[in-house]
T-cell receptor
Framework: EPEVTQTPSHQVTQMGQEVILRCVPI?????FYWYRQILGQKVEFLVS????????KSEIFDDQFSVERPDGSNFTLKIRSTKLEDSAMYFC?????????????FGPGTRLTVT | AQKVTQAQTEISVVEKEDVTLDCVYETRDTTYYLFWYKQPPSGELVFLIR??????QNEISGRYSWNFQKSTSSFNFTITASQVVDSAVYFCALSDNGGYNKLIFGAGTRLAVHP
């Protein structure tokens, strides 16, 4: 069964450094998402992406964040200058279409630790 | 405004007990979708069910059942004859017209099933 993959599984970085989290969505899916989950808290929407542009972003997704689909398979989340509060699990998801009913398939997550 | 409330933070049961996880949602839209996801200790998010706002039929899948009641804006999840493998955090989520199909998650309920 096709699945969303994410690399790395765990990333440790120092405050102020740039990080890039990578995702490979399911190949025939057109809509891509990033969510984050601070330890012990709920999963929060960051951004949705379709047709090479951002469809929607949350208040969390400020100028320090950016997303890109650099080729036909990868979908990346970049944090320019990490802060301690960026420490969280970051989930990538994809869906075949963009409708409200469409199931989003989640990747296994990347745990980001900012020290 | 969109909101999902899971008032039960943690539930602890003994194996073979039935357990119900509560979910209450808020939305102004008449068309919306509700989801349940399971997050086992390994951390990934596993899709369990999707229900649209026009279908109030209860659904049963093996030991799992869901009770959707629009009158009380609730979408509760029952596990019958719980097993240790059911131990996880369970998230209820909402998708409506508020913004493409981003998922709004509740805070989650941690279920511990003891032998």
């Amino acid at each position: 069964e096709p699945e969303v993959t994410q690399t790395p599984s765990h990333q440790v970085t120092q405050m102020g450094q740039e990080v890039i989290l990578r995702c490979v969505p399911i190949s025939n899916h057109l809509y891509f998402y990033w969510y984050r989950q601070i330890l012990g808290q709920k999963v929060e929407f960051l951004v949705s992406f379709y047709n090479n542009e951002i469809s929607e972003k949350s208040e969390i997704f400020d100028d320090q964040f950016s997303v890109e689909r650099p080729d036909g398979s990868n979908f990346t989340l970049k944090i320019r200058s990490t802060k301690l509060e960026d420490s969280a699990m970051y989930f990538c998801a994809s869906s075949e279409q963009g409708g409200r009913s469409d199931e989003q398939y989640f990747g296994p997550g990347t745990r980001l630790t900012v020290t | 405004a969109q909101k999902v409330t899971q008032a039960q933070t943690e539930i602890s049961v003994v194996e073979k007990e039935d357990v119900t996880l509560d979910c209450v949602y808020e939305t102004r839209d008449t068309t919306y979708y509700l989801f349940w996801y399971k997050q086992p200790p390994s951390g990934e998010l596993v899709f369990l069910i999707r229900r649209n706002s026009f279908d109030e039929q209860n659904e049963i899948s093996g030991r799992y059942s869901w009770n959707f009641q629009k009158s009380t804006s609730s979408f509760n999840f029952t596990i019958t004859a719980s097993q240790v493998v059911d131990s996880a955090v369970y998230f209820c989520a909402l998708s409506d017209n508020g913004g493409y199909n981003k998922l709004i998650f509740g805070a989650g309920t941690r279920l511990a099933v003891h032998p």
